[in-house]
């Protein structure tokens, strides 16, 4: 790969990482209400789960997408079913209660694994980083687009975590935090807008 095209590539993963969309806004939400520690595998999760779907996308599922195209449809009745029913538990949250009562859990580092293949920002990422990094499909481009997604996207939607935590003082009356919520319940349906 030219430096020129790495060097874009760079760009694209730190703009379209560190953007407003699912991830973000999940994990600005889950730092406020839970902190950066109950956060962490959130994070790393998102982080290792977006990787692994640029490796898989790059090595064969683009190509599903190609043969089938109704797969984009079925995508998106998931997509918007999913993350309406996460904006729902995230407006409706209350504050944590300091034990594990169901109100007071943060997204699991497998959640947010999982939770990359209803993400219509990281399937849109991902398809995108393919076709313009890596549009041969060789292992070793998808492999290094990867790679970069997986060095630039941890710290950027990491950052998104502390500016929730950082909101925790400010958050700590319950119409405040009933607002924020709601808020970030508000942008994560707006993040749909993606899939039309």
């Known amino acids: 790969m030219q430096q020129t095209t790495f060097a874009a590539l760079a760009a694209f993963a730190l703009v379209s990482?560190?953007?407003?969309?699912?991830?973000?806004?999940?994990?600005?939400?889950?730092?406020?209400?839970?902190?950066l520690r109950r956060t962490v595998?959130?994070?790393?999760?998102?982080?290792?789960?977006?990787?692994l779907m640029i490796v898989l996308v790059g090595v064969g599922l683009m190509g599903l997408f190609d043969l089938f195209p109704v797969l984009n449809l079925v995508l998106?009745?998931?997509?918007?079913?999913?993350?309406?029913?996460?904006?729902?538990?995230?407006?409706?949250?209350g504050a944590p209660s300091g034990g594990d009562s169901p109100r007071g859990r943060p997204?699991?580092?497998?959640?947010?694994?999982?939770?990359?293949?209803?993400?219509?920002?990281?399937?849109?990422?991902?398809?995108?980083?393919?076709?313009?990094?890596a549009p041969d499909r060789n292992i070793a481009a998808v492999l290094l687009v990867a790679?970069?997604?997986?060095?630039?996207?941890?710290?950027?939607?990491?950052?998104?975590?502390?500016?929730?935590?950082?909101?925790?003082?400010?958050?700590?009356?319950?119409?405040?935090?009933?607002?924020?919520?709601?808020t970030m319940a508000a942008l994560l349906v707006g993040s749909l807008a993606l899939l039309i």
């Open 76 to 93: 998106k009745i998931i997509s918007v079913a999913y993350l309406s029913w996460l904006a729902w538990k995230i407006a409706n949250a």
């Open 17 to 35: 990482s560190i953007t407003p969309g699912p991830n973000n806004m999940m994990l600005m939400a889950s730092g406020a209400n839970f902190g």
């Open 147 to 182: 790679a970069i997604f997986g060095i630039i996207n941890l710290p950027s939607t990491s950052l998104w975590a502390v500016m929730g935590v950082s909101l925790r003082g400010w958050l700590s009356s319950p119409a405040r935090l009933r607002a924020f919520n709601w």
């Open 107 to 133: 997204m699991s580092f497998g959640q947010a694994v999982l939770f990359q293949w209803v993400n219509p920002k990281a399937w849109s990422m991902a398809l995108t980083a393919i076709a313009l990094y």
């Open 41 to 51: 595998p959130h994070a790393l999760g998102v982080g290792f789960g977006f990787t």
